[in-house]
């Protein structure tokens, strides 16, 4: 059975980001169908780094009203969680290039995500795991409208910490049934 990137994206923002409130914005865009999906076939790091810039280009001139963000899923290139890290230095500097730090932020997500100084196991680093290398580009203005208290925003990774813990915890005392 091929997977489709797309609902597997749609279904881990319902239940996953949405269902944990790890992310207070995305209900908002994701209920409006605000959010742009773009799916590369890329299969380099060069490739897929022109995908980007054109991506951000895309969501800097499209109307907020009708894309709000744009997740970019890259299923053929940067599988290796190392190789994708690195590759964010240059998503960074191609923002810088096109004059839109500030502007929009990326957001990464891979299914092997690793938060520097932890275990591949730690549960913590389930905040950023997705069902394929993805990246996420956020207008800026679209997260300080929603949130005009700046320590909200700072307390979402904490709060996010705390969830996946006690996900890993409650699974933990109660692992799921077997099947028959």
């Known amino acids: 059975m091929t997977r489709d990137p797309v609902a597997d994206t749609k279904r881990w923002i319902a239940e996953f980001v949405i269902g944990l409130n790890l992310c207070p914005f995305a209900r908002r865009v994701f209920d409006s169908d ?4 773009v799916v590369s076939d890329a299969a380099s ?3 897929l780094l022109a995908v980007l810039r ?8 499209a109307p907020r009203e009708h894309v709000e963000t744009t997740i970019l899923i890259h299923p053929h290139v940067l599988t290796d969680f190392f190789e994708y890290n690195e590759f964010l230095t240059e998503a960074e500097r191609a923002l810088r290039r096109l004059k839109l730090n500030g502007v929009i932020q ?3 997500f891979h299914p092997q995500y ?6 591949p196991d730690a549960p913590e680093n389930g905040t950023n795991r997705s069902p394929f290398p993805m990246l996420h580009l956020l207008r800026e203005a679209s997260v300080t409208e929603v949130s005009n208290h700046p320590e909200t925003l700072l307390g979402i990774p904490e709060r996010n910490i705390e969830t996946m813990r006690r996900r890993a915890r409650n699974l933990n005392e109660h692992p799921p ?3 028959p």
């Open 34 to 37: 605000r959010i742009r999906y």
């Open 45 to 47: 790091d060069d490739t």
């Open 54 to 61: 054109d991506e951000l280009l895309a969501l800097r001139d």
């Open 106 to 108: 990326i957001a990464s």
């Open 114 to 119: 690793q938060f520097e100084g932890t275990e």
């Open 177 to 179: 049934a077997e099947p």
